[in-house]
């Protein structure tokens, strides 16, 4: 409210998180920028109008700021949003770090406004309950300043229409254009290609590592303390859904074994795995699947720099860290 009342934007509580998404949603559909704020069970919640907004082209931006909780320490349950915004088919961002919460929003916003389309910033319990510096960079006012307005074509908002009424299916017209050439689907892809976010550093051609969000510090403190900087690829996810399937292919074809380290389901390894699975030859994915990585709760550098000792042979390194 303190930062409403300063720079001038509207907030607001809700009754409960789904009444706050479509608070947001009708925001966006006039062409605001909105944001809709939720811990993990939240989401439960709003998946009814997200799942029925698919296929409308707003031209406002709509973000979701989601908070996972990888050990159900704050919440009542360990359940992973990722699935979730997989089931709605929107974009999802993994920042790191307390400056790239506040960029990859700004580029949550700003992609949202390209697509027409919601997108999720994902953060999880250490990130919320943290603290460091952040750069602000200049505030766009102009962009808040813009009126409202609305195209009053009740077609285009209403979720589907019966064949009697306009001899079509709005729903199944909207989902197949979403997913045909030139569509939503492929303009998402792109988005997480060229997603400055996410980085490819090939070092080796043995060994590679696949992380995003807190994972990923994790994953490059584990690099260093088993001293193998040069012989570890790595590929940092700024964006997992859709993954950067370019970069994806190249890290799979530049190396025999990739570890990927992620919090809580093994949404990237299944995703991993599916771009493998239309590749001649690729490296042999490892993972929560193969025992590498615990099957739930939160990932630390011991954890990874384990899972890599092991993979890499490396011996002494339980007695070393332990």
Known sequence: SYAAK??????????????????????????K??????????????????????????????VLAIGDDP?????????DCRQLAMAAEIPVLT????QEVKDYTYEAFRMSERLGHVVMVEMTRVLCYGRGMVTIGDIDHETRKRAASNDRDPIHWTCNVSPEYLGENLAYNRHKEFHSSGGLWEKMHAESD????????LKGNKYGVISSGV???????????????DEVSYLNLGMVYPLPHKKVKKLLESVDQVLVAEEVEPVVEMLVRDISSD??????????????IKVCGSIDNQEVAQ?????MGKTGYKEKFT
């Open 6 to 31: 300063k720079y001038g934007f509207h907030a607001e509580w809700s009754v409960n998180e789904k009444v706050g998404f479509e608070v947001a949603l009708g925001a966006a559909m006039v062409g």
């Open 215 to 229: 994972p990923s510090l994790a994953a490059k403190q584990a690099i260093e303390e088993l001293g193998v900087e």
């Open 71 to 79: 050990e159900a320490n704050t919440t009542s349950v360990e359940m």
């Open 307 to 311: 899972a890599l000792a092991k993979i």
């Open 279 to 292: 590749m001649d030859k690729h490296a042999k994915i490892l993972g929560k699947r193969s025992g590498h």
């Open 194 to 201: 060229n997603f400055t976010g996410t980085q490819l550093s």
């Open 33 to 62: 920028y909105a944001m809709h704020i939720t811990k993990n069970v939240g989401m439960s919640w709003i998946m009814d109008p997200l799942i029925n907004q698919r296929g409308w082209i707003f031209h406002g931006a709509l």
């Open 95 to 98: 920042p790191s770090t307390h």
